[in-house]
């Protein structure tokens, strides 16, 4: 289940992965109603309306504005609306206040959208620098980004919704069964090559690839199912302090989390719920939207341990990936000889490198070719709506 890997686009053909990802975005917004665009639940969770518009801020504040002569924004407002954390840039409207916008109207958003879509094309049309050409590459790959958390964020909305609608059915894959046999695969130990290779585009927290040591390790070709974790319920996991970090029992305990992120029982009946609907818990798919405090307790209580992400990274040509982000036991740090980019560019990861733990490989929410096995997504531990679960390492 590898998703694609991303491939650099030539200049020739830029234009055309430009229109062609920037539909998408209209394509996951056919199925919504005006009312769906609005609602933000919590602080991590955007409103659709504000993620269409900040990838479209994007490419006029980092590209227009500066490369294309005789620019002129379509709202000066705009800049302050729909920055989200480029502090070189300016002031911004705060993260948790994003849903209180009821103007611009979501038909002015999509005007934003299509007179930037327009400048841009002619932008392409011409000769650019590699300067601009990387920049764009770095724009897409931004709102593929934001196209996974269109998801996740509009399934944290619909799941606190009293009637959970469905977005789309098809999106029931979800309950798709874990691929793999669940075996433990053995890796002798030795010096490895950590890190983006070139040949195509990767994030500067990619780099700079290095030589890491590790020492014997197993790793499980299967990630841990519904089923796994219903028996750590079941064996009383949430209620048994010594399985978890210090942080995380005083999570569970002040959140009254006692399961995965939108489970719920009916009629003495597990269910979950996915964009597509309320369903029975799928047994054998992978465990779901937990945090790496869960990821950890039910690796403690199983014996084993997470895989740190250059573990991981060594592995995964062995089993297959692409299901979920997986949790590992790897802090989100600069990698030897990283080096981060002046002005706003720079804000993009490196001032995030502190308190947050490592995810690799994608998730069914991921664009397909937007995911590479040295990605390095990263969160902070206790969060859980993301497509999130667990592979055992020991």
Not at 15 to 41: A, V
């Amino acid at each position: 289940m590898h998703p694609s890997v991303n491939i650099m686009p030539t200049e020739i053909d830029l234009r055309e992965k430009y229109l062609e990802i920037r539909g998408y975005t209209e394509q996951l917004c056919e199925p919504l109603e005006t009312e769906d665009y609005i609602p933000q639940p919590i602080v991590d969770v955007s409103p659709v309306k504000w993620n269409i518009a900040h990838t479209t801020w994007f490419f006029e504040e980092m590209i227009l504005k500066n490369f294309f002569e005789g620019y002129q924004v379509f709202d000066e407002r705009f800049g302050y609306l729909f920055n989200s954390y480029y502090n070189s840039i300016g002031e911004r409207t705060v993260r948790d206040r994003r849903g209180d916008l009821s103007r611009p109207t979501v038909r002015n958003v999509f005007d934003y959208r299509h007179f930037v879509d327009e400048q841009m094309k002619s932008l392409l049309s011409g000769a650019i620098t590699e300067e601009v050409r990387e920049l764009v590459l770095l724009g897409l790959n931004h709102e593929q980004q934001h196209q996974e958390l269109f998801l996740t964020d509009l399934k944290y909305t619909f799941g606190v919704n009293p009637l959970m609608p469905a977005y789309r059915p098809e999106f029931a894959h979800e309950c798709t069964a874990a691929a793999g046999s669940g075996k433990f695969i053995e890796v002798s130990g030795g010096m490895f090559e950590i890190g983006h290779a070139g040949g195509g585009f990767a994030f500067d927290n990619e780099l700079a690839r290095h030589s890491v040591f590790l020492n014997d390790f197993a790793i499980s070709d299967r990630l841990v199912t519904n089923a796994e974790f219903v028996e750590f319920i079941e064996d009383g996991g949430y209620r048994e302090h010594s399985l978890w970090h210090a942080e995380g029992w005083d999570r569970i305990v002040a959140d009254l989390i006692d399961s995965p992120l939108y489970w719920h029982v009916y009629d003495g009946k597990r269910h979950q719920f996915t964009l597509g609907g309320s369903t029975p818990l799928a047994l054998d798919a992978p465990v779901c939207h937990i945090s790496f405090y869960e990821a950890a307790a039910f690796a403690e209580w199983k014996g084993c341990r997470l895989p740190t992400e250059f573990e991981w990274e060594a592995a995964c040509s062995g089993f297959e990936w692409g299901e979920r982000w997986e949790w590992t036991n790897s802090a989100y740090l600069p990698y030897p000889g990283y080096k981060k980019a002046g002005g706003a560019v720079g804000e993009y990861n490196g001032k995030f490198m502190i308190n947050q733990m490592v995810l690799r490989g994608s998730s069914i929410a991921t664009p397909a070719g937007h995911s590479r096995l040295t990605y390095r997504n990263f969160f902070h531990p206790h969060l859980r709506w993301q497509f999130t679960g667990i592979r055992l390492a020991k």
